[in-house]
Every structure is written in C-alpha cells, then in structure tokens.
C-alpha cells in the first residue's frame, strides 16, 4: 500500500542538538502533517503545512513543505531530553475522499 | 486536547472469537478512520468513513468491517481474531474537506489489542 518514506528509522542525539528528519513520497501531497508520539499514546499534531515550499515553526521545531510537493522536512532545534518520542509525517491524499497516509516513523532518543 | 474517545483501552481476547472496538467523538467531525501500529511499519489505514453509513477500505481491511450508524461513533470489528491482528488500534478523526480549511487528524489514545 501507499506509504511514506521517513529517515532517518531512530536516532540517538546528546541534548542540545539540532535534528532534522525528511519525508518522501512518489505522491504529491496538498497537505503535510508532522505528528509526535509518546509511549502507550496517540499521535499528537505538531504542525501542519497546507502551501508547497511553505516553512512553518512550533517553538523549537520548524517544518518545511517541499517544493515539489512530494516530501517535507522537520527540524528540532536545541534538543531536550523530553523531545524523545516517535516523529511521524503524514500526506493528506485527497484523489478521492480524505485519507491521511503516514510514513513509518522516526524513533529519536535523546542523551543528557 | 480533541473529543476521541476509544474503548477498551487494552484488550485480551482468544484466537476466532469477534471484537469490536468503539471509537467515540464529540466533535462532530465528517471523517473517522481506524489505523493499526506495529514496528516497522508505522500507522497503516484499515477503514475510514467519510460520513454515516459511508465507509471505504484502506490498506490493510482483511479481516476486518467496520460500522457508523451515527456521526459520534465508529465501530471496527474484527469477525474471528487472529493472532496477527495483535497490535495497537488508533481512531483517528477529521474535518478535512470543502467544509473546511483545516485538514489536521486527530488521534485518539489507542486499543492495545493482544489474540492468544
């Protein structure tokens, strides 16, 4: 089935770095979703992109919505031990009714 | 923090024998859907539904229906559990489309289903 590609799948990083992670699709994408995860719960909504080369922040994070409207990129600035958690993106396919497809996850751990 | 509510929140059931898991929302958003997590593979789509008695596949229906006789609530049934279908279960809801600008989903907390 249609998914994104995400990379990179984990990483570890000391505290107070900056992270970036991307997504790709073969799809063109009208909306991108970056959600973040906790153990044992729900995606939660960091930010949303609605407009191709967008650049969009939440505090320390800021997303971009590619150009070509087939990836999109997060980056985390001055890392926090409380960032850790599963990144995931998200494209909105609206081909035919609204599906959200996901991409598989970016697993971060943080290093005091 | 969005109106979802999903229920059971854990799970345990026998190999063969129906589920259903309940997806509740006060929002009175048009779009539900039903996602299942296992490693590896992130959230993949099972059904959504686009409106009461509107529903469609996703990736990954096999063995599984699901339900909306009114807007606040969407049902996934599972007919006869197996053990591949143990994983964590996520309602999901929207209000993406002509009606609105927005086309954020919001998560529900999940099912932690196990088959044995």
């Known amino acids: 089935g249609q998914q994104l590609n995400q990379s990179p799948q984990s990483m570890f990083i000391q505290e107070g770095e900056d992270v970036s992670m991307n997504c790709t699709s073969s799809?063109?994408?009208?909306?991108w979703l970056w959600y973040k995860q906790d153990p044992g719960e729900g995606p939660v909504l960091l930010i949303a992109l609605y407009k191709a080369g967008e650049l969009t922040s939440n505090g320390r994070l800021t997303a971009q919505f590619g150009i070509t409207r087939k990836d999109s990129f997060l980056n985390i600035s001055a890392s926090i031990p409380s960032d850790v958690g599963i990144y995931f993106c998200a494209g909105l396919d609206t081909s035919g009714t609204y599906k959200y497809i996901f991409g598989t996850g970016t697993r971060l751990k943080v290093l005091a | 923090d969005a109106g979802i509510t999903q229920s059971p929140r854990h799970k345990v059931t026998e190999t063969g024998t129906p589920v259903t898991l309940r997806c509740h929302q006060t929002?009175?958003?048009?779009?539900m859907y039903w996602y299942r997590q296992d490693p590896g593979h992130g959230l993949r789509l099972i059904h959504y539904?686009?409106?009461?008695?509107?529903?469609d596949k996703g990736e990954v229906s096999d063995g599984y229906s699901v339900s909306r006789s009114k807007t606040e609530d969407f049902l996934l049934t599972l007919e006869s559990a197996t053990s591949s279908q143990t994983s964590v279960y996520f309602c999901a809801i929207s209000e993406s489309g002509r009606r609105s600008m927005n086309t954020e989903a919001f998560f529900g907390q999940g099912t932690r289903l196990t088959v044995v």
């Open positions: 799809s063109i994408f009208n909306t």
């Open positions: 929002e009175n958003h048009r779009y």
């Open positions: 539904s686009y409106g009461v008695k509107d529903t």
